[in-house]
């Protein structure tokens, strides 16, 4: 089974950062796929990021291009999202996951096998 905790979100004034951590506790030797979503009050969860099993491929959601990076450290078994001049419409709940094929989780939400519970980013104008 796959678990995945999210850390960093706080609150930070638009054009601040943020990097958010993903800590993934794996029972098998298995390397997902891995990816950001977030979800905004009254909107559906949606695809920010993701990048390939070793980290040879990243996808990031047109809204955050060029201000959002997506990392691993597998001997960590860890995941970031690096979040530069943020904006208030990037506030959220962002969401971790993990999914068994990359091309299926950065279709969006189906594609994801295990998520994460979530970290609150709020930025204040």
């Known amino acids: 089974q796959v678990q995945l905790v999210e850390s960093g979100g706080g609150l930070v004034q638009a054009g601040g950062s943020l990097r958010l951590s993903c800590t993934a506790s794996i029972r098998t030797s298995t390397i997902y796929p891995m990816g950001w979503f977030r979800q905004s009050p009254g909107k559906e969860r949606e695809f920010v990021a993701a990048i390939t099993w070793n980290g040879g491929s990243t996808d990031v959601a047109d809204s955050v291009k060029v201000r959002f990076t997506i990392s691993r450290d597998n001997a960590k078994k860890m995941a970031f999202l690096q979040m530069n001049s943020l904006k208030p419409e990037d506030t959220a709940v962002y969401y971790c996951?993990?999914?068994?094929?990359?091309?299926?989780?950065?279709?969006?939400?189906?594609?994801?096998?295990?998520w994460g519970k979530g970290t609150l980013v709020t930025v204040s104008s």
């Open positions: 996951a993990a999914g068994l094929s990359y091309t299926d989780l950065i279709r969006g939400r189906d594609g994801v096998n295990y």
